[in-house]
């Protein structure tokens, strides 16, 4: 039997595909289109809308990044919201912290849920058991712009900046975030690959930058996420909770009784805020421009219309013009 070859489908000009040895399941939900297939290399893969959000074999980094750097800088972070995420990863993450009181999941989509504790049970754990966690089935948008509570913590585990989580990149919710945080909280979401997309970057930078006293971008390198380093934006109106010492760190992460880490460290912590130039000179434009009064966000773009090929003249050869950035494509699922 042939096996099946799932590709990838966000990048207009190019793509990534990963071997199928399995499917095991896929759907169109009310909100995306889900796959979860076994892969030789990575183990047990999810994607929605076309595009990979977890492989079995390396989300360690990704969700140990996105909850150990808000968590780690707080000294004592007790209520949590995760908007997203509804694989459990960054959740079984925060509740690693025995001062957490309470942790609030907000997924739009049960279907992540139910086929996450189906086929990659390892990655969720025991998190959605726990007598602190309170999973709501909701959009994140509504259920911020709503919400009574104040956290120290908000942590936007959102897919891409398309389908249902478009709206999770939009300056209305990162407001209506800024004002369910406690004071001196934490606001943080995912922010893509700024080598291949530094709008993405540079939207949520010019929103954050307007909305909070510090905004500070860190990053990971995600090896299932294709195309550089891996940007995650950190905001908060607390300046002291930025640039701690190593050592204040490794005493909170022991602390808190937590050692089954393995991306996260002190070091790696520090070290993930020291952004390459090219990131560095987004950020710092990014957070220019709202200065200068733009706080527009990123708006995710359909593709690209495809070229059409110059008809053959015999005038002399137009001159080149510098390639256009890549804008990101809908997904095939969506096309
Ligand atoms: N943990 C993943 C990773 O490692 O990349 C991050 C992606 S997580 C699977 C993204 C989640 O956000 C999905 O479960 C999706 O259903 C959810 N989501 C998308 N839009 C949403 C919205 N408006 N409100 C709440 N959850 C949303």
Redesign the pocket.
């Known amino acids: 039997m042939s096996t099946r070859w799932i590709e990838e489908t966000f990048h207009p000009h190019w793509r990534v595909a990963l071997e199928a040895s399995e499917v095991l399941h896929e759907v169109k939900t009310e909100?995306?289109h889900l796959v979860i297939f076994r892969n030789e290399t990575w183990g047990t893969v999810?994607m929605?809308d076309g595009v990979?959000?977890?492989t079995t074999s390396d989300?360690f980094v990704?969700?140990e990044m996105?909850a150990h750097v808000p968590l780690m800088a707080l000294e004592k972070p007790k209520n949590v919201l995760v908007?997203?995420?509804?694989?459990g990863?960054?959740l079984r993450e925060v509740l690693k912290h025995d001062c957490v009181d309470k942790a609030t999941m907000?997924?739009?989509?049960r279907t992540?849920?139910d086929t996450a504790l189906e086929h990659y049970p390892e990655i969720p754990g025991a998190a959605f058991d726990d007598p602190r966690a309170d999973v709501v089935i909701?959009?994140?948008?509504e259920?911020v712009a709503k919400t009574e509570e104040k956290f120290d913590a908000i942590i936007v585990?959102?897919?891409e900046p398309i389908?249902?989580?478009?709206?999770?990149h939009t300056r209305e919710f990162f407001a209506d975030c800024k004002r369910a945080l406690a004071k001196g909280g934490v606001l943080v979401t995912?922010n893509g690959l700024p080598f291949l997309f530094p709008d993405h970057l540079a939207g949520t930078t010019r929103v954050f930058a307007s909305l909070f006293k510090r905004v500070a971008p860190y990053m990971c390198t995600?090896p299932c996420?294709f195309g550089g380093p891996f940007a995650l934006n950190f905001a908060t109106d607390d300046k002291s909770i930025l640039n701690l010492e190593q050592k204040v760190l490794a005493k909170r992460v022991r602390k808190r009784g937590i050692s089954d880490l393995k991306y996260w460290t002190p070091a790696v912590h520090s070290a993930a805020f020291a952004l390459p130039a090219y990131a560095e000179a987004v950020v710092t434009e990014a957070i220019a421009a709202a200065k200068a009064g733009d706080d527009s966000a990123y708006a995710s773009t359909p593709a690209p219309a495809p070229t059409k090929l110059a008809r053959k003249t015999k005038k002399k050869p137009a001159e080149k013009k510098p390639a256009a950035k890549p804008t990101r494509a809908k997904s095939d699922s969506q096309a």
């Open positions: 909100h995306q999810l929605l990979c959000q977890l989300e990704y969700h996105m908007v997203g995420g509804g694989d990863g960054v907000v997924e739009i989509d992540v849920i909701a959009d994140g948008l259920y585990d959102s897919s389908g249902p989580s478009a709206v999770l995912q995600q996420y």
